[in-house]
């Protein structure tokens, strides 16, 4: 089975808020990271079971999963994604050093 891969609205912008503050200092890495990233997250268009359950899925009434990406170089970074149905819906990301997300942002 194949799945629709959505990168909600929230999600996009987080992404997009860690590209421009590595930009700041390389926009090359910045483009790297934001393309190796997209790139990462296409591949949850199939068997999106394989990435563990996010931390945040212990106070959530979802099963929230997460997509660890770590660029070459630079910190690990984490998207926190639902599966529903033949959807796989990327909610949040969430870069190195950030606090978990509280259980009202899901639920």
Not at 27 to 47: H, I, K
């Amino acid at each position: 089975m194949r799945y629709q891969v959505l990168l909600l609205r929230r999600a996009e912008q987080e992404l997009r808020d860690a590209a421009d503050w590595i930009a700041e200092h390389s926009p090359s890495a910045a483009q790297r990271l934001f393309n190796g990233f997209v790139e990462a997250l296409c591949t949850l268009d199939r068997d999106p079971q394989r990435c563990g359950l996010a931390p945040e899925s212990a106070s959530s009434r979802y099963e929230l999963r997460q997509l660890i990406y770590r660029p070459k170089t630079g910190r690990a970074y984490r998207a926190v994604f639902t599966i529903a149905g033949d959807q796989v819906r990327i909610l949040r990301i969430r870069g190195a050093g950030q606090d978990l997300l509280p259980a009202e942002d899901f639920g």
